[in-house]
């Protein structure tokens, strides 16, 4: 799965990182999955809400999955787009490591 994080300058979209979700370490998308309650959130606006409070914990995951990304241009990445990319990492968590994320037990 690809995740895209856009950087903007106003509504122009002047950069963007991508990332392939099957290089990510169990460990960051474990870590991301503690700070982000995906199972108690069921719209948008509660999601964004908790990536916003949570924002300075997430910057240095956000650095780990898009190399070269900085502090300021994660500052001009529009919080919907924030939103898309812990989705596709919880999707992915849901999907591809199963267990880990309290899906099928052994």
Known sequence: MELKLKIYEGKKIIKTYTAETIDFSFGVVEDI?????????????????????????????LKDIFDGVT?????????QNLIEVFRGLYHYAETELGAAVGGEKN
């Open 33 to 61: 999955l503690d700070i982000l309650d995906f199972e108690h959130m069921t719209t948008k606006s509660e999601i964004g809400i908790m990536v916003v409070k949570a924002s300075k914990q997430l910057k240095p995951f």
């Open 71 to 79: 502090d300021e241009e994660i500052r001009h990445t529009h919080v």
